[in-house]
């Protein structure tokens, strides 16, 4: 049933007259349990109007509301750790644990992160943001406990698509055998296993969490430890009982015993279940089925869409989004559908994000060529390096944050093999609203030292349909890196010419200073080039770099400035002061780009200009910098005080 917020402007008592006395979990506690179900339903209707206020993640949360109740409401938080794999699904975790009134600033500067964070809340007891944690920090909890002779309880929440990562099962391999305290909780919102649920399914997994069936199985095994002849016998009944009416004994192989499927919002059967789990020792699994979105019909019947929203209209759920031209998502998934449509070869590989990636169309146009691995990043990128050995011509669709997962890969099966795969690393740089989880901060000065590995970034859109192009007739493996969101709003022409791999072009000529720009930084060069009269070179390329534009720029001037949306440590700017000194060239340098710290929650456009990054940020360093070398004698525009870009300097004669 669809809840709707209640309206306080025409309340006459307090909206949420529950929700509204719950400060902790500890007011939840001392809640009657017939009071649950109505808090529930306030506080499903409390996140919908909240998050249609400010956006972020709602479809997830919105299926974990029962679920969350019952466990804050059965454990000892924070004492009892609760962990929550990614994180999407804690908006009602944060609204229970103190954090209710602070949901209005969700995902701003200052205000709440999207995700649990440590050092925000002593009952996020673990940092998330990527997928398949959950299982490991919570067996590494566990662990610490028994050592320290703690007695508390553990429990891991994962998702069924979070669980068919390698990182999972490595952990459920591992923990098993060790017999920690640990809770482990399947979500399963999309019922990829296809359980049965109801109230049969609810009553046997009340059963099997109960006190007489937990006391026969673990008084059967004390019973025949000295007789081994007839212990297997008891483990094959146990197993065929439970098999007749449940899903495979995969995580009983695994060592965790196993109690489910049941109806995870039928509040009821939760918090029951959860009171006998608790009582049991050792590793345990429940398996809970929930729908992603429940209580809020647009969200049911568009879970995908509704995953993380705008800010949108209750009673329509029609989302206010922002206008603007195309995004380089979109220039991707159109150049991909153009370039499969004429290369058979193509095959494109997604760990599972389809949409975030825009490959839906290819997906609907090309399903023989299209694959979605799933959250198994690593997997994603050796599979491309297995079809790249038998002639195909592979493309990795993947958010640069994420290809940190699979930076083994990259290296070892790709790169030094040389294997002719073509990477679209999306989401380069800052993200606004998601912050320092989902930022791509790094990968400059993660995929520049290795061998074979060519790397682009363009300055607009057109320049990134011209990158890929690129990329993929090269044969080798290539990597071009945009932002979210949209460029500067060039055209974009589908007949581009190829880019000469390692060729930078002059945008702008000036005097005495050439500002060195990489991908987005271009746009804001250019303006401060015509602000301070200086060169301005799109560089395009940061692996191999443009050595013959380099000397030609370094002779002609007297500082050489580099710019890009990448952490300073080992990025862009690195690469031009190594090429610069292994031809023994001293001219000064003055480096920006990230500063060596986590870039917190904001716009977009804030997070550049605290980093020092936008036109202002850039241009009052350049003028300190020419300041400081003499260069000139005008005063730097007035202009309020900011955070200082990431400065690296290289000072020396200069060269010209």
């Known amino acids: 049933m669809s809840v709707e917020p209640k309206?306080?402007?025409n309340a006459t008592e307090h909206p949420y007259p529950i929700l509204s006395q719950i400060d902790d979990p500890a007011d939840l506690r001392a809640l009657p349990?017939?009071?649950?179900?109505p808090l529930a339903a306030e506080l499903r209707a409390f996140l919908i109007e909240s998050v249609s206020r400010t956006g972020g993640h709602l479809a997830a949360g919105l299926g974990v509301v029962e679920l969350?109740?019952?466990?804050?409401?059965?454990?000892?938080?924070?004492h009892d750790r609760l962990i929550w794999d990614v994180g999407h699904q804690a908006y009602p975790h944060k609204i229970l644990t103190g954090r209710r009134e602070r949901m209005a600033r969700m995902r701003q500067k200052g205000g709440l992160s999207g995700f649990p964070k440590r050092t925000e809340s002593v009952y996020d007891c673990f940092g998330v943001g990527h997928s398949s944690t959950s299982i490991s920090a919570g067996l590494g909890m566990s662990i610490a406990a028994r050592l320290k002779g703690?007695?508390?309880?553990?429990?891991?929440?994962?998702?069924?698509?979070?669980l068919g990562a390698g990182m999972a099962f490595e952990a459920l391999n591992h923990?098993?055998?060790?017999?920690?305290?640990?809770?482990v909780i399947l979500n399963d919102n999309e019922m990829s296993i296809s359980p049965p649920v109801g109230a049969i399914s609810s009553h046997l997994a009340r059963l099997l969490s109960g006190r007489f069936y937990t006391r026969m199985r673990e008084g059967s095994k004390t019973a025949l430890r000295g007789m081994p002849q007839l212990r297997h016998l008891v483990g094959r009944w146990e197993e065929h009982m439970k098999g007749m009416v449940m899903p495979s004994t995969l995580f009983e192989e695994l060592g965790f015993n196993y109690i489910g499927p049941i109806d995870g919002h039928d509040l009821d059967a939760v918090v029951t279940t959860l009171h006998n789990m608790k009582k049991m020792p050792g590793p345990r699994l429940l398996h809970l089925v929930t729908q992603k979105g429940h209580g809020y019909e647009p969200a049911e019947g568009r879970p995908i869409e509704y995953h993380g929203v705008t800010p949108f209209e209750v009673k329509t759920g029609a989302m206010r989004g922002k206008s603007g031209g195309k995004s380089y998502t979109q220039i991707f998934g159109d150049w991909l559908c153009d370039t499969a449509a004429a290369d058979p070869l193509l095959l494109a590989i997604t760990p599972a994000m389809r949409e975030g990636s825009g490959m839906v169309a290819f997906s609907a146009r090309f399903p023989d060529r299209y694959f979605d691995v799933g959250?198994?990043?690593?997997?994603?990128?050796?599979?491309?390096?297995?079809?790249a050995c038998e002639g195909m011509k592979p493309v990795v669709a993947i958010y640069s944050t994420f290809l940190q997962r699979a930076y083994d890969q990259l290296v070892h099966d790709?790169?030094?093999q040389g294997l002719d795969v073509t990477f679209a690393v999306d989401?380069?740089?800052?993200?606004?609203?998601?912050?320092p989880t989902h930022a791509g901060a790094f990968d400059f000065s993660y995929a520049r030292p290795l061998p074979n590995l060519v790397i682009m970034a363009p300055a607009d859109e057109n320049e990134c349909r011209q990158m890929l192009q690129t990329a993929y007739t090269h044969p080798g493996p290539a990597m071009v890196r945009y932002p979210r969101g949209s460029g500067p709003g060039v055209a974009v022409d589908p007949a581009a010419p190829l880019l000469p791999i390692g060729r930078g072009e002059i945008r702008r000529e000036g005097r005495d200073v050439a500002l060195l720009a990489f991908g987005s930084r271009v746009a804001p060069a250019l303006e401060v080039g015509e602000r301070l009269d200086a060169t301005v070179a799109n560089m395009r390329f940061v692996k191999p770099l443009d050595e013959v534009l380099l000397m030609d720029l370094a002779s002609r001037h007297r500082l050489l400035v580099t710019v890009e949306e990448n952490t300073v440590a080992g990025g862009a700017g690195s690469a031009v002061s190594e090429l610069l000194a292994d031809h023994g060239i001293v001219i000064p340098c003055l480096h920006l780009g990230l500063p060596d710290q986590c870039q917190e929650q904001d716009g977009h456009s804030e997070q550049l200009a605290a980093c020092g990054l936008d036109r202002a940020g850039i241009e009052r360093a350049v003028r300190e910098e020419m300041r400081d070398l003499g260069l000139r004698s005008e005063p730097a525009p007035a202009a309020a005080p900011a955070a200082a870009p990431s400065v690296a300097r290289i000072t020396g004669a200069g060269a010209g």
């Open 175 to 183: 923990g098993g055998p060790l017999d920690p305290d640990l809770l």
């Open 33 to 37: 349990e017939g009071q649950l179900k």
């Open 68 to 78: 969350t109740i019952a466990l804050h409401y059965v454990f000892d938080t924070p």
């Open 414 to 416: 790709v790169c030094l």
């Open 375 to 387: 959250i198994a990043e690593q997997h994603a990128v050796t599979l491309a390096a297995g079809m």
């Open 427 to 435: 989401r380069a740089g800052l993200v606004g609203a998601d912050g």
């Open 7 to 9: 309206d306080p402007s």
């Open 150 to 162: 703690e007695r508390r309880q553990v429990v891991a929440v994962i998702g069924d698509g979070a």
